[in-house]
Nanobody, 118 residues
Framework: EVHLVESGGGLVQPGGSLRLSCAAS????????MSWVRQAPGKGLEWVLT????????AYADSVKGRFTTSRDNAKNALYLQMNSLKPEDTAIYYC???????????RGQGTQVTVSS
């Protein structure tokens, strides 16, 4: 069974950094394209970025380009989201997702809350 568990969220001041983790089980992260998405209070899901299964390409939403990066640790079967220069508008619940071969979301974790506030 595919299972994703996010962690690392919290309260951070504007301009600060956070690193989110996504622990995967039931599949190998290196064999799947993965995305991060987020949901701000009162809003719908917003795509953040996608990394392809070969880690040769990452696509970013304009709102996070230059500030967020993602990486895999194949030994730990985990995905990470490094968030720098955080802004109050980055406040949201962050989810990692597994994509199927068509690019659709096939699994999503329970999310981790990120709050950017002074």
């Amino acid at each position: 069974e595919v299972h994703l568990v996010e962690s690392g969220g919290g309260l951070v001041q504007p301009g600060g950094s956070l690193r989110l983790s996504c622990a995967a089980s039931g599949f190998t992260v290196s064999s799947s394209s993965m995305s991060w998405v987020r949901q701000a209070p009162g809003k719908g899901l917003e795509w953040v970025l996608t990394i392809n299964k070969g880690s040769t390409f990452t696509a970013y939403a304009d709102s996070v380009k230059g500030r967020f990066t993602t990486s895999r640790d194949n030994a730990k079967n985990a995905l990470y989201l490094q968030m720098n220069s955080l802004k109050p508008e980055d406040t949201a619940i962050y989810y990692c997702t597994k994509l199927d071969e068509t690019g659709r979301t096939s699994a999503r974790g329970q999310g981790t809350q990120v709050t950017v506030s002074s």
